[in-house]
C-alpha cells in the first residue's frame, strides 16, 4: 500500500487518534505478524496484553482502551474499522478478478448478461439464464438452464448452480459449492427406497456468503430459502426445503435437515446439526458439535447432543464430572449404611 | 402441467377415490405450500391435522384416513404414489437433460459410448473409458481411463470419477463427488508417513444414487463396493475398502471408516460415524451423530458417542438428565447420615 | 505383474525369508482378498489368525512372528515394506499420468513451467503462476494468479487453488479440494455481518498428502501453514491461519478452527474438532468424535466433547455406563435410611 500518516488514516476510518499522528504507516497486518510501520488492530480484549509486544507501529483499538504503549485510533468497532480499511487499501490487490467474457465459455439460448459481466473460460451457462451487472464467474463453473443470478455477485471456480436456482445481489459462492442438487428424498416400499422428485428450486438472498464446497439442495417443491446476509461457512450441508431466516451465521461442518427453519440471527457452531422439520427461533446460538432435536424459542443458547438449553447442559456437564466422585461418595455411604443394619 | 379431473389421477396411481372426482387438478404440491387446485399427499400421520388446513383441493393420502374435509385418494404408500404422480406429470420437464455429445469434450482413444449417450462441452473421457447407452455426463465431469459407466447414468457437473472404476445402471451422482480417490493408507516409520500405493478399485452397484460432494475412496487391493439400491446423501465419506449392503441409506455428513462391512437396510444418520474394521448387520439403524465403535448385530438400532443398543442409550441419556438432582440426593443423605453417625 | 520367485522379492525388500524360496509370486494383494500365487501381508498383529485363512501363497510379517503354515518373509515394518514393494511392482500401472501440455489448457501472462510439467485439457492457469519440474495438474482444476507449486505435484481432476497460495515439492492434492478460499471472518454491527477482508495465504510444505473435497481457507494476514509431511483425508476443513506442524494425520470429517497452532505429529481422528485460538502439543492424539475446547500439552491423548485427557474420559465414561444401576442403588438407600429414620 502507499504510505499514509496516521492521522490520515484515523480521519479515514472516523476514529479518534490518541499518540503521534506524524508516523507514516507503510501496511496493515494481524497483531502476532505486524511489523514496524504496521497497523493493527485489536478486536477481542483477551488480545489486550499483545499491545505491548506487538510490533506494529500503531493500533486500532476499542474506546475502551485509555493507556497504550504507542498511538492508537480509538473505534467503536476495530474489526469494522479494520474490515473497512483492509478493503480500501488492499481492495485493488484482493480484489482483481478477471474481467469480459471469454469466448472461450459456453452459452446457451436466450441468456441474458448485465454490463461488465465477467465470464471466465470453460464457464457453462444454460439456456435463459440471467445475470446482473458487474458478477463475476470464475471458470469450471455451471449455471444450470432458468436460473437467475443479481449484480455483483462473485462465483468462484468449479461451483455447480443447477437449474432454476435464484440468487440475490452481492452473493459470494466460493469454490467446490453446490447449489440446487436433488433433496435427499426416497418413497421406501418393502426395502426398495424410490426417488421422490425434486422440482422446487432454491432461493439465495442478497449478501448471502456461502463457503468452500457446500452443498444447498433443492426443495421438493416451492424452495429452500437462504435469507439475506447470512454467512455459510465451508462443508455446510442445507437440506432441502430448509429456510433460514436473515444474518444467520453457520460455522464449518454444521448441518440442517429437511424442512426445518431458521429464525434471524441464529448461529451454528462448527460440526453442529439440527433434525429435520423443527424450527430455531431467532437469536438461537447452537453449540459446537450439538445436536438440536427439537424445536427451540428465540433468544435461547443451546448445547450438548441432544441439545438443551446451555445453563441446563453446563450443569449436566460439570455434575458428570463428579460422577466417579459421587459412585465413591454412594459406595462408601451404603456400606456404613450396611454396617450400622449389621449391628442392629 | 395439464389440468386433469382428479378421478383420472385416482386411476392412473390405483388409488380409492373418495368424494367428488370431477374436480379439477391444475398442479401438485407439498401440503403447507399447496394452494387451490392443487393435490398433495400426507405421508406421515403426525401431518394429519393439516387436512384441515391445506389450501388443496385433493389429498393422496393412506388407506386408514376414514373422514376427510375434502376429497382424498387413499393408497397403501401415499409417498410412493406421488413421487410416481410426480414423475408422470413433471417428468418432461424436471427430466430435461441435455442430449448429445459436445465437441468441445475430450475422449481419449478406446472410448466407447452407447446410443444415445450426452457429453456436455468441457466433459473429460479418458482411454478405453466405456459408457452405456442414454447417460448423461454434465459439463466439467472427468472420467479416468478405463472406468465403465453402465446405462441411463446421470453425471451432475464437476464430478471427478477416477481411473478403472465400476459403475452399474441406472446410478446418480450429483455435484462435486469424488469417485475413486486414493484411500487414506500410510505405513508410518520414525514419525514419517509413507504412502501405501492405493491400487483397487470402487465399485457403485446398480441404482445407487450418491449426493454431492460426497467422496468414495477406492481399496488399496480389491474392491471398495456400494450395494445395489443404496441411496446417499451430500458430504459422506467412504473409505477404502468398504462395502455396504443394498439398499442401505447413509444420511448428510455421515462416515464411515476403512475396511468396514455394512448389511442390507443399514441407515447412518446425519453426521454419524463409524470405526474401521467392523462389521454393521442388516437392517441396523445408527441414530444422528452416534459414533459406532464396535460390531452391531443385526436389528439393533444403536445411538450415542461411542453407540450403545438404543434402549440402553436412552436409558442412560435419561439417567443423566437426572445427574444434578440424584448429586443433591446423595448429598442429602450423605449429611443425613453423618448427623447420626455423631448422634450416636 | 511379472511372475517372480519368492525369494528375489525378499531380497528386494531386504526381509527375511522363512520357508520355501522358489515359489512363483504372481501378484500381491490384502489377506482377505488374496488367492493362491499372491504374495500379502500382516501389519496388525489383531489379524495373525488369518495367517491360517488365507489363500495367499506368502506372506509378509513382522519379525515377530516365529511358526507361519507357508513361507513368510520377516521384516521390522511389514507395511512399509509392501507399500515399497506394491509402488516397485504396480508403479508404472498405478502412476500412468497425463503427459505433456494440452493446447485445449488456458495459460495467463507470465506462467513459468518447469520440465515435463503435465498439464490436461480445460485446465486454467492465471498470470504469473509458477510450477515446478514434472508436476502434473489433471482437468478442470483451477491455479489462481501468482501461486507457486513445486515439483513432483500431483493435482488432480476439479482441484480449485486460489490467487497467491504456495505449495512445496511432492505435494498430493485429491478432486475437488480447495486451496484458499477466504477465511471465515465478519465484524457484526447491529446484527449485520460485514466482511472481513482474507487478504493472507496459505503454504502447502513439501510432502503433504490433502485428500478429496478438503477445504483450507486463506489468513485474513500472513498465512495458513499445512506443515511437511502432514496428511489429509476428506472432507477436512482447516479454517483461516491455522498453522500445523509437520506429519500430522488429519482424519476424515475432521476441523480445526480459525487461528489454532497443531504441534509435530499430532492425529485428529474422524469427525473430532478444535476450537479456535488454541494449541495442540506435540504428538497429542485427539480422539474419533473429539471436541477440544481448550489447549492441549504435548503428548496427551485425550477424547470426548468436551475433550478431557484419554484416562479421565475412559473413567467419566465407565462411571455413566453404570449410572442407572448407581441411581437405582441410591433410591434403595434412600428408602432404608427413611425407614430407619421412621422407625425412630
Redo the contacts between chains.
Keep these: 500500500m502507499t504510505p499514509r500518516p496516521l492521522k490520515a488514516i484515523a480521519k479515514l476510518i472516523g476514529g479518534k487518534l490518541i499518540g503521534k499522528g506524524d508516523i507514516l504507516i507503510t501496511g496493515?497486518?494481524?497483531i502476532k505478524?505486524a511489523k514496524p510501520g504496521d497497523l493493527t488492530f485489536i478486536?477481542n480484549s483477551k488480545y489486550l496484553s499483545l499491545l505491548e509486544s506487538t510490533k506494529a507501529s500503531a493500533v486500532i483499538t476499542s474506546t475502551d482502551v485509555r493507556i497504550a504503549p504507542k498511538p492508537v485510533i480509538q473505534t467503536e468497532?476495530p474489526?469494522?474499522a479494520?474490515?473497512?480499511l483492509?478493503?480500501m487499501l488492499?481492495?485493488p490487490?484482493?480484489e482483481?478478478h478477471p474481467q469480459g467474457v471469454s469466448p472461450?465459455a459456453?452459452m446457451g439460448k436466450g441468456v441474458r448478461l448485465g454490463k461488465g459481466v465477467a465470464v471466465?473460460?470453460?464457464v457453462?451457462i444454460e439456456d435463459d439464464v440471467v445475470i446482473g451487472d458487474r458478477t463475476v464467474i470464475?471458470?469450471?463453473s455451471?449455471v444450470g438452464?432458468r436460473s437467475r443470478i443479481g449484480n455483483d455477485c462473485l462465483i468462484?471456480?468449479?461451483v455447480?448452480i443447477?437449474e432454476k436456482v435464484e440468487i440475490g445481489h452481492r452473493v459470494?459462492i466460493?469454490?467446490?459449492?453446490?447449489i440446487g442438487?436433488?433433496g435427499?428424498g426416497?418413497?421406501t416400499?418393502k426395502?426398495?427406497?424410490?426417488?421422490?422428485?425434486q422440482?422446487g428450486t432454491v432461493v439465495i438472498e442478497d449478501d448471502v456468503?456461502i463457503?468452500?464446497?457446500v452443498?444447498i439442495?433443492r426443495?421438493?417443491?416451492?424452495k429452500t430459502v437462504i435469507g439475506k446476509?447470512t454467512?455459510i461457512?465451508?462443508?455446510v450441508?442445507i437440506?432441502h426445503?430448509v429456510v433460514t431466516g436473515s444474518?444467520c451465521?453457520l460455522?464449518?461442518?454444521s448441518?440442517i435437515?429437511g424442512s426445518t427453519t431458521l429464525g434471524?440471527?441464529v448461529v451454528l457452531a462448527?460440526?453442529s446439526?439440527v433434525?429435520g422439520h423443527i424450527s430455531i427461533g431467532d437469536n438461537v446460538m447452537v453449540g459446537?458439535?450439538a445436536?438440536v432435536?427439537k424445536s427451540v424459542p428465540a433468544n435461547t443458547p443451546v448445547w450438548g447432543?441432544?441439545a438443551k438449553p446451555l445453563r441446563k447442559a453446563k450443569?449436566?456437564?460439570a455434575?458428570?464430572?463428579?460422577?466417579?466422585e459421587?459412585?465413591r461418595?454412594?459406595e462408601s455411604?451404603?456400606k456404613?449404611?450396611e454396617q450400622?443394619?449389621a449391628k442392629r
Tied chains: 1, 2, 3.
Excluded at 174 to 178: A, I, L, P, R, T
Excluded at 191 to 197: A, E, F, L, R, Y
Excluded at 319 to 324: D, E, G, S
Design positions: 496493515i497486518c494481524g505478524e478486536a468497532n474489526s469494522l479494520f474490515a473497512k483492509a478493503a488492499l481492495g490487490e484482493g482483481r472461450k459456453v471466465q473460460p470453460f457453462v470464475y471458470a469450471h455451471y438452464r468462484y471456480p468449479n455447480s443447477r459470494v466460493h469454490s467446490g459449492s453446490v442438487s436433488d435427499f426416497f418413497a416400499v426395502g426398495i427406497h424410490h426417488k421422490i422428485p422440482v456468503e463457503g468452500a464446497n452443498t439442495d426443495a421438493r417443491f416451492e446476509g454467512k461457512d465451508n462443508l450441508q437440506a426445503n444474518n451465521i460455522v464449518a461442518q448441518g435437515s434471524n440471527n462448527g460440526q446439526g433434525v459446537a458439535q445436536g432435536s447432543s441432544p450443569r449436566l456437564n455434575a458428570l464430572q463428579r460422577l466417579p459421587l459412585t461418595t454412594v455411604m451404603r456404613r449404611l450400622r443394619e
